[in-house]
């Protein structure tokens, strides 16, 4: 009985033995992620990559689903690439994205998540692996300083740049969509092209504008040179602007600008007061003319009169000395001319004695008296 006893110890001792070495051998062989495998963590769900996406960028943005509460792992080309940003959610899933730590090369890549459990750090099971790829991205447009000339205001300036020909552009501003538009195609296989805003751009702080170009697959290029800007508020008294001005980051070139047209607008006010002080002159030029035109014609007459008056006062004397030769004729021309009165003089008798006879003389016509007795 004691033999019987001490045998059936023995083999229980055994079993337990082996029983406690498979325990320990499975702990330390099998892999953690099989041991979690029985844990209540649900595997995150990938959204972006699905099955042979493919993107242009070198990094692009990994997102998918969680529950609450959950960290994840993101696993690219088979290793571990990072921590993914979860945002949770009223609803208990959250959503969760992730940007490579190093930019991925052009071809294909795998990428697969795991999920974490914070409060007790159960992990899920790791995600199906997703291929996807990167290609080579459509060659990006370049842009140049915004322009503002008279086809548009200066708060809708002319976005410029060249693309490729058949590229679709779209126009960012201010990390916004703003238009896109289809290029004009040229002979030499790069397109020149410009945009201007459909709303007025708000000429109390800076701007950003950059731009893509997508092909006819699709294929959308990466981002070109930014251009940073400030908009000037319009002028009410001016309409149009006659001369382009060339819109830039720096308020310096601004400064410039504006410094330069006043210059411009000094050498143009110069250019009329010299020209309105030739016209002065020019006037003045001819005003002397006329008043010495004016003055030779006042000579001129003044000499006539004198030549006149002197015609008639030569007139005047000789009709007063053929009134001196004369008989009652003359006196009388005398008596107009000077203002002379007939006087009375000594030979006033004589005078009435010729005139009686030579009354007689017509009243007895041709009778004549008889001579004198001859002695």
Known sequence: MNMLKYFKQSSLSKVFGIFMSVCVITLLVVPQSLLAASSTVSTPTLIWPKAKDSTIYEQPVITGLTKNDTKVEVFIDGQLNGMAKVSEDKSGTASFSFVPSISLKSGEHTVSVVAIEKESNLKSLMSKETLFRIEDPFPAPTLFQLVVNNK???????????????????????????????????????????????????????????????????KESSYSNVVGFFVKAPDMSTEEYTDPQVMGVSEASVATSIEAEQEITADENNEETTASDENDSNANTNTETD???????????????????????????????????????????????????????????QQTLLHKENSEKSEGGNNMPPPPPSK
């Open 152 to 218: 548009t205001v200066s708060t809708k300036p002319f976005i410029t740049g060249l693309a490729v020909n058949d590229s679709l552009i779209k126009v960012f501003i201010d990390k916004e969509l703003n238009g896109q538009f289809m290029v004009e195609n040229d002979k030499s296989g790069v397109a020149n092209f410009s945009y201007q805003p459909f709303l007025d751009l708000d000429p109390n702080k800076a701007h950003l504008v950059y731009v893509t170009a997508v092909n006819a697959e699709s």
């Open 291 to 349: 008043e010495n035109g004016n003055s030779d014609s006042d000579q001129s007459a003044l000499v006539w009169w004198v030549i006149l008056a002197i015609i008639v006062i030569i007139i005047a004397v000789n009709l007063r000395g053929r009134g001196d030769k004369g008989d009652q004729g003359g006196l009388k021309g005398l008596e107009k001319l000077g203002g002379l009165e007939n006087k009375p003089s000594d030979h006033s008798g």
